[in-house]
Each structure stands twice: as structure tokens, then as C-alpha cells.
């Protein structure tokens, strides 16, 4: 059965609006990502630093992190002056960009199924470990799940993308099916979909709307401002995104009526854009007083225009200067 643990260890404990265990690196991305990637704009070094900080990170374990970002190829710098500005490098904006589609996306409109399952059976020596392990995992991240033993199934449609992706890492022998699945109406007979941990999926849904949905709430009423709006932001942000991850999108038709995949999408948006404005303007606090002057660049997004595409056209937004009213 599909194991939530192979796919996010500890998924229930991170589902907690807490990011003790997200990794610097992370955090720096995502705070990079959501107050610059619509304008490229550069966020200033000693600006970066302090949110840090107000995650708990020290100024040098901050510094420590920026450069390695830098060395890593996903953070550019400039200088400003006596002082040191990054930006996401035109690779990374672009693959954060599409991810960042794909998180929009994810569950917007359910897809239509046309009640057949592709198939991937494979065959891989014993004594090619390494192999077996790399067409699992691929599989696993595209949303597939272990039917029988070198039995691997999913509702949707191979794309020739895919295709492409699964011939990068095909070994020993695999052959690809779509086809309807066929009830024999006996104890032994088996659905593709019982290849899914779909109580455990709805678990992990279920704990983050018991922790997210209060937040919707305090930001209805304004309780939510300053350090706490860009904490709580960037934590949503960093719990949400691991749903694309952890529920393969079945159909509805295989689900429960009440299946709160929906619900969650909702929470997330609601937390995600209610608090982008005093989100930025506290960013934007923080880089005019380090920068000594305002920054209009700094500037969050909504999930509609993650949706969009940001980053992808970045330079002409940059251009214009487009900031937030």
C-alpha cells in the first residue's frame, strides 16, 4: 500500500504551522521567492538576514546559507553601494515559477477520467538495487503507486512528457498499459485504487485544516501583522506545497463526497493572499531601513498570479516597476 512516509517522513508531525524542520536553505528560497520573483527585484543582504532571524536563524548560520545558495546557482549578487543585493538567478525564477504554477494548480478544477488506469509493469534484476530504486522513486514522484510487486498504477493518461522522463530511467524490461479495470466481484479481487493510503491522504488534509483554519479567522479581523504575517505565510506556503506531493489528484469519482482536498486549497489561498499585504509591507520595512531608502520592487504575489506564471515574463515586469496598490 502506499506509504505517506516514503513519500514525506514525519508527514503528520510537518503538517504543523511550525517550520523547525524546514532547512535554511528552504526558508531562504521561499522568502527570496515570494517578495521578489514577480518583479526579479534584488533583496538586500542585511534585509535577508534579518528575516532570518525572525525564524530563529543567526546572522552567521543567515550568511552561511546565502552563500551557499550563491555557490549553488540559484541566488546572483550584486553590489549596492557598501552593500551586497541577491536575486534569483534566471534558472531558478524559471523552475520556481513553473512550480509555483503547479501549486496554484493543484486541485483547481478536477480533472475529467475516462475510468482506465495506466499501468507500468517492470522487471529488474535483484542484483541492480540501485536501478530498482531509481524507477520507483521516479514513479512514486509522478504520482504513481505500487499495485503488486513491479505492479505500479495511476488514473491518469501517460503524457509524452512523461514518456520521455520514464525512458530516462527505464531498466531491465517494462512494458506501459492504459486500460479499465475489471471486478471479478470476489474477496480476492482488488481495485487500483486500494493501491492508495486515501484515509491517510485525507489525515494529513484533516490536520492541516484543524491547524490553518483559525489562522483564516485572526486575518478577517487584522490580527495578524508584521514578523507573525511573513512567518505564517511563508509556513503555509511550506506545508501546502507538499500536498502536489502527497495526494496523487484520484478522481473524484473514487473518492468520498467529502473529500477536503477542496477545503484545503481554499485555507491555503485565503492564509496565502490575506496576509500578502502586511507580509510585504514588513519586508518592504525592513529592506528601506537596511537599504536605506523603500524598495518598491519587493512585492508578494497571490496565487492567482503564481498561477500565472510568474517569473516567466519576470524582466518585463521588472521593467515597469509594477508594485502592489
Known sequence: M????EVFPEAGAALLPRRQ???????????????????????????????????????????????????????EGRREGRNSAYRLTDSAAANLAQGGQEIAAFGADPRPWDGQWTMVVFSVPHDEAPQRRAVREHL????????????????????????????????GEMSVFRAQHLD???????????????????????????????????????????????????????VYRR???????????????????????????????GLAEPAQEHVRGIVARTAGGPHPQIRAHTVAEMGAGLGLTGGATAATGATRS
Not at 502506499?2 to 512516509?5: A, K, P
Not at 504513481?144 to 495511476?154: E, M, T
Open 2 to 5: 502506499f506509504d505517506l512516509e
Open 21 to 75: 524542520a524546514g532547512s535554511p536553505q528552504g526558508l531562504g528560497i521561499t522568502l527570496v521567492t515570494d517578495y521578489t520573483l514577480s518583479t526579479r527585484g534584488w533583496m538586500p543582504s542585511a534585509a535577508l538576514v534579518e528575516l532570518f532571524g525572525e525564524f530563529g536563524v543567526t546572522s552567521a548560520a543567515a550568511r552561511m546559507t546565502i552563500s551557499r545558495l550563491a555557490g549553488r546557482g540559484v541566488l
Open 140 to 171: 512514486r514522484w509522478h504520482g504513481y503507486a505500487p499495485f503488486y510487486d513491479g505492479v505500479w498504477v495511476s488514473p491518469h493518461p501517460l503524457t509524452a512528457g512523461e514518456r520521455a522522463a520514464l525512458v530516462e530511467v527505464a531498466f
Open 184 to 238: 471479478l466481484e470476489t474477496d480476492a479481487s482488488r481495485n487500483p485504487v486500494d493501491a492508495w493510503d486515501a484515509a491517510g491522504i485525507a489525515q494529513e488534509y484533516t490536520a492541516f485544516l484543524g491547524a490553518w483554519s483559525g489562522v483564516v479567522d485572526r486575518i478577517a479581523a487584522g490580527g495578524i501583522h508584521g514578523a507573525a504575517a511573513v512567518r505564517a505565510r511563508t509556513e503555509v506556503m511550506d
Open 243 to 273: 500536498f502536489p506531493v502527497l495526494d496523487p489528484l484520484l478522481p473524484t469519482e473514487l473518492l468520498p463526497p467529502d473529500w477536503p482536498r477542496a477545503r484545503a486549497r481554499e485555507v491555503f489561498a485565503a492564509v496565502y493572499d
